[in-house]
T-cell receptor, first 113, second 113 residues
């Protein structure tokens, strides 16, 4: 059972364009939704995160949009740069005493110069 | 200074052997984790551990066992290695089980011959 579904699997965007990655979740008990960025040979690193009490969070060129009723959230990367080329993972966490991140399957983003 | 460090970075071994991967964090965190990333880059939690409780993902074979000599270390022991154990293993830590974000090491690529 895949609790967090992520799409697309891969994405190619021109430099300066907008990259959009979507995720959907099933369990309404999730209360924390982070996005992680992973470069080849490195571990995932937290990029931006949101809790369900807000519908949008922006940090620099990165924005999370959250739709609680649809159980969906997305990552928007504005003015995409070649340095943004990486694999992006959405995730969800139950919070409380679980502390176990449930990851989506990842999106490999390539930004062409 | 590396926050979460794993050794070795690469591990090549024969089927049936027993091996260990070491993990150390210098962040003063109370909770540590092990994740498995398969060839399709899917990240899955294996264990979460603090000084009070070990939570094991029920899908993890009992050939895998975490050992924590102290709060800053969580090593992963694997007995009777199988071909399907080939993957990248990531250690992570967080302030406590309720806190985010999780900080990841750079992974150990395990290859079984």
């Amino acid at each position: 059972q895949q609790q967090v579904k992520q799409s697309p699997q891969s994405l190619i965007v021109q430099k300066g364009g907008i990259s959009i990655i979507n995720c959907a979740y099933e369990n309404t008990a999730f209360d924390y939704f982070p996005w992680y960025q992973q470069f080849p040979g490195k571990g995932p690193a937290l990029l931006i995160a949101i809790r369900p009490d807000v519908s949008e969070k922006k940090e620099g060129r990165f924005t999370i949009s959250f739709n609680k009723s649809a159980k969906q959230f997305s990552l928007h990367i504005m003015d995409s740069q070649p340095g943004d080329s990486a694999t992006y993972f959405c995730a969800a966490d139950y919070g409380g005493s679980q502390g176990n991140l449930i990851f989506g399957k990842g999106t490999k983003l390539s930004v062409k110069p | 200074d590396t926050a979460v460090s794993q050794t070795p970075k690469y591990l090549v071994t024969q089927m049936g052997n027993d091996k260990s991967i070491k993990c150390e964090q210098n962040l003063g965190h109370d909770t540590m984790y092990w994740y498995k990333q398969d060839s399709k880059k899917f990240l899955k939690i294996m264990f979460s551990y603090n000084n009070k409780e070990l939570i094991i993902n029920e899908t993890v074979p009992n050939r895998f066992s975490p050992k924590s000599p102290d709060k800053a270390h969580l090593n992963l022991h694997i007995n009777s290695l199988e071909l399907g154990d080939s993957a990248v293993y990531f250690c992570a830590s967080s302030l406590d089980r309720e806190s985010e974000p999780q900080h990841f090491g750079d992974g150990t690529r395990l290859s079984i011959l």
